[in-house]
């Protein structure tokens, strides 16, 4: 083994974390108060003031919910989270301006190194607020606005109004109603009719404080006709005390547009991930999920796409790898809400060390909806004896005129596939982080190639030095 | 002076506690050609198998040496590492894994200077043109929804990559048409010259194609009679129970 591998067995590479440089911290504990002030501060118009405590009340009256993993989601404290950390005063262009310590930590990200390379604007969220943010010229020129979502709601308050939270309502669950009431950064993405963006545009979330809680909001507008890539990479420091990053995203592609939303969350074990993400694509319009959960100690996450126009098509591809002491509760929901729908969802997932992975889906098809087809495929892989995966698919089919097909899958590692590989001078380390690659290919081969390389890195990382 | 690669000293094997291979004595040295033969269940998968060091099998006394070192002391991808070859009877699939990614990797950790960007690839070419193999299988999925033949034909490309200096080859004649046949067995010639080479096969038909310099019969996990390529022939013509008798 290299000694970089051995250095990173650690066993999270991005585990480091920077020295705490505030500006504005808030105390720990969510009250009504808190949710007013950080409205306040950010100067927001009072309709995004009432939203919030509207959301408050809501999420302090709604029960956690009763299904998935109620003991690892009761133990979340509330009451020792941080809900604002202001760690910069501003949003800036230039990577030179931002404050030293958090550039550092983006620089040992690789993140502007990656936006000179091949992305066509990034922003950068440090704790509750973004950093830098930037997008090339020529987009601008374009008409596509690429914010962060605090200064989207600024100065696009009249778009923000007509679309914030009509995709996923504050009231949708227990953790949406928490990002509505505390919500800070996130992107705020508006593609103009016609416009196909070709780099891929990233927003890269990092969590630096302890017990920290990150609420980012995301709403992704694509006009007629027009087309992006929006990428987003999450990290964190491990801390033997959990942080909650809890995000909402929303998109909306209107007739003929096509989103493309991929994520590589690689969260250390200690964060609790409860995100709601929900597309709505109207008529011939297509929503892609692409979606990857490497890291954090719990994530429950299900992509969703409300099929609402004719001809829309759903893509959801997800890939959920569940090491020590980790849960990965994912999977994808689409409904099919009109005439000649088509989705397609494929799902798969390794479990190691002890770690478990739930496959959880819904797929609905109206009555009214006459000739929709969808394909669910869910793969999962397990490594080990103490490990487990677990498969809950709903189907809800109004009509006969659908065609649905659905397939699953459970394997091990067979001990004939490891001493052929090793036969052709792979270590038993290498060999499982060949296969373990070629069983997430599928996902990678849909990744931008930079995020390809670094996510198969990863799983050989997580394959080395646990094997006995 | 013969340069010795393998040698197999009164080698006992268990499956799961099932005696296999009852007291097995062999040396090959390099450009040598062995064959083995011999009816099912004789051992002869369970010999090229324990000699790259498969888990599931037990020696239970004996040795073997590769170039005069004990192999117990090599875990399976060092005796790779060291130039142990297994050409597979049933090479498994590797869902996922192209096979062009696959063979680059797998030369890069067995060759000692392995070839690198252009170089890799004009061997490569060369390799797979001699096999009459299309480039598109590089980016197929290694053995995943491979036919027979073609299973085998990645099998010897990789021997052909891998420059052995053991090439243990088990039934590869098996599975594949005449023409397969002669094209893999050109490919075996080429690397047997250099190295030392046993063949596992039931049948005769592979060695009027590769020469064996040795022959030996193995019934219930010993070699009862080493003879030369006539020996082949007579095998192939009386069966084994004439051999059963004088054993």
Known sequence: ?468 | MADEILRIENLHVSVEGTPIINGLSLTINRGEIHAIMGRNGAGKSTLANVVMGHPAYEVTSGSIFFKGQPLEELEVFERARAGMFLSFQYPAAIPGVQVGTFLKKSVASVRENPPKGRAFRKELNAAMEQLSMDKSFLSRYVNDGFSGGEKKRLEILQMLLLQPHLALLDETDSGLDIDALRIVAQGINEVAENSACLIITHYQRLLDLVKPDYVHAMIDGVIVRTGGPELALELEDKGYDWLEVSA
């Not at chain 1, 999270?12 to 009250?31: A, C, M, Q, V």
């Not at chain 1, 009451?79 to 604002?84: I, L, Q």
């Open chain 1, 1 to 468: 083994m290299t000694d970089d591998a051995q250095e990173l067995i650690g066993d999270y590479k991005y585990g480091f974390h920077d020295p705490e440089n505030s500006t504005i911290r808030f105390d720990k504990g969510l009250t009504e108060q808190v949710v007013r002030d950080i409205s306040e501060l950010k100067n927001e118009p009072e309709w995004m003031t009432d939203i919030r405590v509207k959301s408050y009340r809501h999420f302090v009256e709604r029960v956690m919910p009763e299904w998935g993993n109620c003991s690892l989601l009761n133990m979340i404290d509330f009451e020792n989270v941080t809900y604002f950390l202001r760690s910069s005063d501003k949003t800036e262009k230039s990577w030179d301006d931002v404050p030293d310590d958090i550039k550092n930590t983006f620089d040992r990200l690789g993140i502007p190194d990656a936006e000179q390379k091949w992305l066509g604007g990034v922003t950068a969220q440090y704790e509750s607020e973004a950093v830098y943010h930037s997008i090339r010229e020529d987009l601008e020129e374009q008409g596509v606005i690429f914010l962060d979502m605090d200064s989207g709601l600024k100065q696009y308050p009249e778009i923000v109004k007509k679309y914030f939270g009509t995709v996923i309502p504050h009231s949708d669950n227990k953790f949406s109603a928490l990002n509505t009431a505390v919500w800070s950064g996130g992107s705020f993405l508006y593609i103009p009719k016609g416009v196909h963006v070709e780099m891929p545009v990233q927003a890269y979330f990092r969590i630096n404080a302890k017990n920290m809680g990150q609420f980012e909001r995301t709403l992704i507008i694509a006009d007629e006709g027009s087309s992006v890539h929006y990428v987003e990479g999450c990290t964190a420091p491990s801390y033997s005390t959990d942080s909650l990053h809890s995000a909402v995203v929303e998109l909306i592609a209107m007739d003929g547009a096509k989103i493309r939303y991929s994520t590589v969350q690689n969260w250390s074990s200690n964060v609790y991930n409860l995100v709601t993400k929900r597309a709505v694509a109207h008529r011939n319009a297509t929503v892609e999920w692409v979606d990857g959960n490497i890291g954090s100690k719990l994530t429950m996450k299900y992509p969703s796409v409300l099929l609402k126009g004719e001809g829309a098509h759903a893509e959801v591809i997800s890939v959920a790898y569940a090491g020590k002491g980790q849960h990965q509760d994912t999977g994808a929901k689409v409904h099919h809400l009109a005439s000649n729908t088509t989705s397609n969802i494929l799902s798969k997932s390794i479990s190691k060390d002890g770690g478990r992975s739930s496959y959880r889906g819904l797929l609905q098809v109206t009555p009214k909806s006459t000739g929709c087809r969808s394909k669910v495929v869910c793969d999962a892989l397990i490594l080990d004896s103490d490990s487990r995966s677990d498969t809950y698919p709903t189907m809800e089919i109004g009509n006969s005129t659908s065609d649905l097909e659905h397939e699953a899958s459970v394997s091990k590692v067979s001990s004939d596939q490891l001493f052929y590989l090793m036969s052709r001078g792979f270590s038993e380390e290498e060999a499982m982080g060949l296969i373990v690659n070629g069983f997430f290919e599928p996902f990678t081969r849909e990744l931008p190639m930079e995020y390809a390389v670094e996510l198969n890195k990863l799983l050989e990382l997580e394959m080395e030095g646990s094997i006995g």
